[in-house]
């Protein structure tokens, strides 16, 4: 009779899976490595300014006093004019692919929009500079801060770069992202919850804004946080058109900075160690922020998942 | 009264309804504006020139971005080789062997890896490979990249074996085929078109980054020879060009920018038709 | 109009008028449990499958008897969290003892399962020399051999000879299922286990198998899962019946669909339950 006692045959199963695992350990060794290598290299810069880097306000390699607060300042700032103008604009793609598009036009309306997160950042940098840019300057800004620039955040600029012209930018990236999610969101969304509205005489509207969007809110603000995650590393794009320039001001006219803007600009001229540690320390506080946001989101969408799952 | 509130929230309703419309109208016609707009600006600077030629000294106009274009392929092929097969066995741990804790923080740190800032991945790259090299270079550039592809790489390998049903595997299984022969010859042919489109969008992707390489590739005038030079690349470069005070740069960043927007919109376009009903989720 | 339901009334079956002959088992299970996570799905179940007989296991719907033949050549272990004791013996050898390959198992002890499942991306050619090709032979002339003798006893030569080139999904369902009868065929097997093989198939399709089967004891013992008791009477010439995950009764089929000694075996074959 045939044999059945034998392990020889078993390499194949062994190597193959040994190296399945190897690959799969490796990418947490990686991301060890990150964390670690981000904290070991920015060291000089966590010991000489310790907690108060993140609310100095100087940054100046020359005297070789660094602190983040401008940029950290910059990042936020874009981040939320970019959600402010993102959010409706999403959603409201989001709502209408699913409420009022017919299937085929829903379909490809969700491809182009998913184009749009698919150009790179440089690209929209490049229209940033030379179309927004000169936009902000000659038309927007002026009219805007005529209406409202008693109001000091819309106080008259001359520049065209500042940080209102990133979060043009940014809004216009991030929008793919919250209108994507959103919309398989709202589509997980059961029927007997429109019925339901339906059924009381609501409105479409009514249905969508008491039944559907109340229901999908953690999801929905889930992609919202994906995309604030997104925003806030975001590199090139606003490099390009917040103009560089490490001050806080009251105008969001004004240029500014943001913490990946200034690594773009000043980590391969770094003048000192100290300076390239405190660029590093940057680098170390943008990964925590952009982790504990998409951390945030992950925990929206997953609780979603949840929920429906147990549903059907 | 009852007919008037009935009024209102009718009228409501329709201004509610056009608003979304005109949300989605103006999102695609961003879309559009950026395509067109891009186009028309390029088109007229892409010529045998631009696509063979070295750039000109600084003030002179003319010259091209071969030594980019080389210097992009050279990276994204750097990049293969380092996040394909990371991202691809990593893919088939998850989806075949995985089950426990470990699979759970190895997917955990895919999605951090996934969500780190690319610039950041650019100072990785910089403290890992730049500075124990001292020096800027094609190796650096091709390891941020590769990083780069590997949490988009794992999940779509993840995604797309999983959609093979257990039902194929087991027929293998009880044929008494082993398990990794399963993996090879069944499951992974099952799902080939799946993977390779993903790793096509995954290149596409990380073709347009900038930031990982302006402090690892750096940028070059010249031709980049082998891999421990720092060499040029058409993102760097259309980044160098716009922010340069020379209209000809200008020129030559919008055409640069024509020819990264062609990539990917080909790759994606082309993943649409492959896979009609993909379904992404960022 | 309103279809009839089922007649509450034992098969019409026509019991075989002495004890089938045995010539001793290819297949004998001892004590047998098996578990997913914390439930006990399979409880101390011993059995013998006789040599060249088809043997048939029948019981209610989630009664255990799908995991307990999946146990029979090492499949229940695939699934997560799966858990087996007990021991089964292939030719006087257990198949769970220490060190036993269950690869080697499953090249003894084929399988087919509840639907049909072709491999997607292989022909009909493909499929049936996916076993032979996988554990290493690629002889042409071999696996063309193969290929026609698994085609042949699987009953679908005829229909596929033309058009071997063809992707396996292209056949009908019942077609698709012999096809997966002749892909376990082809590796020639000494047993063939099947879990409920007719149960996503149309009763013309369903005819063919079962005729299939029959004719397949005289080179395989047979092991058969279903939860048709007709079938199960058409085909085999042992039952067991299976119930909360243990085996409650088990005989010549014949007595047990005209003479059960346990109550519980005669409610459910008269249909009173399940």
Redesign the interface.
Known sequence: ???????S??W??R???G??????????V??A??VG??AW?SRLALRAFGPAFLWSQNWDPVQELFGALPFIYGTLATSVVALLISI??????A???V???PPRVSET?S??????A??????Y???G???VVPWVRTAFCPSVSAALGWIPIFQASPYGVGIFTAGIILA?MI?P?I???SR?VLLMVPRSQREAALALGA????M??TAILPYARSGIAG?IF?AL?RA?????AVT?VIGNRPEIRASLFEPGYTM?AV??NE??EATSDLHLHA??EI?LV??VI??IV?GLA?LLLLKLGRTTEGRS | MKSDSMTLRRWVNRVALTLTGLCALVTVSTLFFLLGYITLNGIGAINWEFLTQLPKPVGETGGGMANAIVGTAKLLGLASLIGVPIGFFGGIYLSEYGHGRLAFWVRYASDVLNGVPSIVIGIFAYILIVLPMKGFSTLAGGFALGIMMIPIAVRTTEEFLRLIPASVREASYALGVRQWKTTVFVVIPAAARGLMTGILLDLARVAGETAPLLFTALNNRIWSHGWTEPTSSLPVMIYTYAISPYEDWHRQAWAAALVLMLLVLVVNGGARILLPRRRETA | MSTPSEPVMPPRITPPAEEPRVEGAALAVEKLNAWFGSNHVVKDISISFPKHHVTALIGPSGCGKSTFIRCLNRMHEVVPGARVSGSVLLEGDNIYAEGVDPVRIRRRIGMVFQKPNPFPTMSIYDNVAAGLRLNGTNRVSVLDAAVEEGLHLAALWDEVKDKLRAPGTSLSGGQQQRLCIARALAVKPEILLMDEPCSALDPIATGKIEELIYQLRERYTVGIVTHNMQQAARVSSFTGFLLMGELVEFGATGKIFTNPKDSRTEAYITGRFG
């Open positions: 009779m045939r044999s059945s006692r034998s392990r045959g078993n194949g199963d190597l193959f899976g190296a399945s695992l190897g690959f799969a350990l490796l990418i947490l990686l991301v490595v990150l290598e981000l290299n409706p604009l999403g959603l409201g793609t709502i209408f692919l409420e009022l598009a309306i491809f182009l929009v998913e184009l749009l698919a150009i790179p950042s440089v690209i940098g490049l229209v500079l030379f179309v216009v929008v992202f209108t994507t999610v398989e409105t479409h509207w009514e969508v804004s992609s994906l995650a806030l590393g975001e590199t090139m390009m990946a690594l773009a980590f391969s660029l590093i680098g943008l990964f952009t982790i998409n992950r």
